[in-house]
């Protein structure tokens, strides 16, 4: 899947589909794109509606659970069940997201 950067700003969280995966884009500025399920591993809330950004962790709301961005890793809260994240390319203007 090939997105545009120019179509995010800073701090935006986007939900999009790709090959059946619901996948939540988060552009933190610069290069940094970060593409992971839009479940959460604990009891799977839509981190796009309740998933808050903080520096480089995303905390799912429901039971504040704490995910690195930088590896998916639970750094704290209700599970140790890491996130799964997903490599991005970036080149020029494109975003490539890779979901197998
Ligand atoms: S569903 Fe996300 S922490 Fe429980």
């Not at 995910?67 to 494109?94: C, H, M, Q, W």
Request: glycine share 8%; hydrophobic share 35%.
């Amino acid at each position: 899947m090939r997105l545009k950067k120019s179509d995010f700003k800073v701090g935006e969280k986007k939900k999009i589909i790709i090959n059946g995966k619901d996948i939540l884009i988060i552009y933190l500025g610069g290069n940094n794109f970060y593409a992971l399920d839009s479940r959460c591993p604990h009891l799977g809330c839509d981190l796009s509606k309740v998933g808050v950004v903080i520096r480089e962790e995303l905390i799912c709301q429901c039971h504040f659970t704490h995910f690195s961005l930088k590896d998916g890793r639970a750094i704290k809260g209700a599970t140790k069940n890491p996130i799964k994240l997903y490599p991005v390319k970036i080149e020029g203007d494109e975003i490539e997201i890779e979901v197998k």
